[in-house]
């Protein structure tokens, strides 16, 4: 079993900055890309980073290049995305995924486990 469990959401103001995590349980960690999304209200589910299973490589949306940076530790098995300058069409629910491929993916049927999200809120 997979577990996928965010933290680090919270209410911050415009320009600062934010620091996500997402703890992953179960086996074969190092083998899977993984990304973070973000669904504000009333919109789709929108791919913010990803990260390729060994940590070289990685994927951001246009809209938070040069702002945001996805990491990941193998020896904690968590992931991370580092929010900064955060701008008020930044705030929604972030959720941590896991791929089910090695090669990250900017596509949301790649991913097969999913965290419960975490609020971001920026206040202006």
């Known amino acids: 079993q997979v577990q996928l469990v965010e933290s680090g959401g919270g209410l911050v103001q415009t320009g600062n900055s934010l620091r996500l995590s997402c703890a992953v349980s179960?086996?074969?960690?190092?083998?899977?890309?993984m990304g973070w999304f973000r669904q504000a209200a009333g919109k789709e589910r929108e791919v913010v980073a990803a990260?390729?299973?060994?940590?070289?490589?990685?994927y951001y949306v246009d809209s938070v290049k040069g702002r945001f940076t996805i990491s990941r530790d193998h020896n904690k098995n968590t992931v991370y995305l580092q929010m900064s300058s955060l701008k008020p069409e930044d705030p929604a629910v972030y959720y941590c995924?896991?791929?089910?491929?090695?090669?990250?993916?900017?596509?949301?049927?790649?991913?097969?486990?999913w965290g419960q999200g975490t609020q971001v809120t920026v206040s202006s």
């Open positions: 179960g086996r074969t960690f190092g083998r899977y890309a």
């Open positions: 990260i390729y299973w060994p940590g070289s490589n990685t």
């Open positions: 995924a896991r791929s089910k491929y090695g090669n990250m993916s900017s596509i949301r049927r790649d991913y097969n486990y």
